[in-house]
């Protein structure tokens, strides 16, 4: 059998067993986490709190469940609105080649700190110092901080990927340069940033780390920002390592779980929605 044949096939198989690998194992864990997970939900897992308010009442994790999205929707926001301008700016008017280095070095050092030193930081400087407590704001612009880089680097990518062509041709016309942005780079780039978005709302609504050193634990939703936040990922470590909380763990994982599914099933359908607009 010819020599390029046998490497071909090779090669053929390496990557469907690395496919198949990787769809096992997300397979084995989302089936992991529903087993143990859908046994222990009810309706009363997501419409009360962690303390019982009545004799006999069964405790929820909605305290949690409210916690994790005011995290994650008020940091992505938060993020949102630094990142955008941000990769707006060194995309379409940096000019001055020395400081494109320079940001790109802060992105990608930005993009490998780990997650407990995000943390640590912001015990330092928003609970000791702004807040003075563990709060749902710390841990709001904790979580914001942490997905800057990834969402600045997002944007910045597909606002790269708009077909020079079309801006030439809107600057033929007489177009400036925020009219080019306004009327052609948004329009072609927004698959690409509600996609963005949403992978940075994922990753905000999953962390536990950063919100463990930030915001607290709180048995009830959080009524303002200064009042300490649980999370989920936060209430599965707790209940985990309480006595006689595991099934609470596994609702607080299983809930997670259905919320990441549905933040990815919206992303690509956004994505498919809109990207029949874009030009190629």
Same mark, same amino acid.
């Given at each position: 059998?010819?020599?390029?044949?046998?490497?071909?096939?090779?090669?053929?198989?390496?990557?469907? &067993?690395?496919?198949?690998?990787?769809?096992?194992?997300?397979?084995?864990? $989302?089936?992991?986490?529903?087993?143990? !997970?859908?046994?222990?939900? #009810?309706?009363?897992?997501?419409?009360?709190?962690?303390?019982?308010?009545?004799?006999?009442?069964?405790? !929820?994790?909605?305290?949690?469940?409210?916690?994790?999205?005011?995290?994650?929707?008020?940091?992505?926001?938060?993020?949102?609105?630094?990142?955008?301008?941000?990769?707006? @700016? &060194?995309?379409?008017? +940096?000019?001055?080649?020395?400081?494109?280095?320079?940001?790109?070095?802060?992105?990608?050092?930005? +993009?490998?700190?780990?997650?407990?030193?995000?943390?640590?930081?912001?015990?330092?400087?928003?609970?000791?110092?702004?807040? *003075?407590?563990?709060?749902?704001?710390?841990?709001?612009?904790?979580?914001?901080?942490?997905?800057?880089?990834?969402?600045? *680097?997002?944007?910045?990518?597909?606002?790269?990927?708009?077909?020079?062509?079309?801006?030439?041709? #809107? @600057?033929?016309?007489?177009?400036?340069?925020?009219?080019?942005?306004?009327?052609?780079?948004?329009?072609?780039?927004?698959?690409?940033?509600?996609?963005?978005?949403?992978?940075?709302?994922? /990753?905000? $609504?999953?962390?536990?780390?950063?919100? +463990?050193?930030?915001?607290?634990?709180?048995?009830?939703?959080?009524?303002?920002?200064?009042?300490?936040?649980?999370?989920?990922?936060?209430?599965?470590?707790?209940?985990?390592?309480?006595?006689?909380?595991?099934?609470?763990? @596994?609702?607080?994982?299983?809930?997670?779980?259905?919320?990441?599914?549905?933040?990815?099933?919206?992303? /690509?359908?956004? #994505?498919? /929605?809109?990207? *029949?607009?874009? #030009? *190629?």
């Amino acid at each position: 059998m010819d020599k390029r044949k046998i490497e071909e096939k090779i090669f053929k198989y390496l990557m469907i &067993s690395s496919t198949a690998a990787i769809i096992g194992t997300l397979a084995l864990i $989302i089936g992991s986490v529903i087993v143990k !997970g859908a046994a222990e939900v #009810s309706v009363n897992t997501f419409i009360n709190d962690d303390v019982a308010l009545f004799p006999g009442e069964e405790h !929820g994790i909605l305290h949690a469940i409210i916690g994790s999205l005011y995290l994650a929707i008020n940091s992505t926001v938060i993020s949102f609105l630094i990142s955008f301008p941000v990769a707006i @700016y &060194s995309v379409e008017y +940096m000019k001055k080649k020395s400081l494109s280095p320079a940001l790109t070095i802060s992105i990608e050092t930005l +993009m490998g700190v780990p997650s407990i030193v995000f943390g640590m930081f912001g015990l330092f400087v928003f609970v000791l110092v702004l807040t *003075r407590g563990f709060t749902l704001l710390a841990g709001t612009l904790t979580l914001a901080l942490l997905e800057l880089p990834l969402m600045e *680097r997002g944007i910045e990518e597909v606002v790269r990927m708009v077909p020079v062509s079309l801006k030439e041709a #809107s @600057y033929a016309l007489g177009a400036t340069t925020f009219e080019t942005i306004k009327n052609i780079v948004l329009k072609q780039a927004l698959p690409g940033i509600v996609t963005v978005s949403l992978i940075s709302f994922g /990753r905000g $609504i999953g962390e536990a780390a950063p919100v +463990m050193l930030t915001a607290g634990f709180n048995p009830f939703p959080p009524a303002s920002l200064l009042e300490p936040a649980a999370s989920l990922p936060l209430a599965v470590y707790t209940y985990l390592s309480a006595p006689g909380q595991q099934g609470k763990a @596994y609702a607080s994982a299983f809930t997670l779980t259905i919320i990441v599914l549905i933040i990815s099933l919206i992303s /690509r359908y956004v #994505s498919k /929605r809109f990207t *029949r607009y874009v #030009s *190629r």
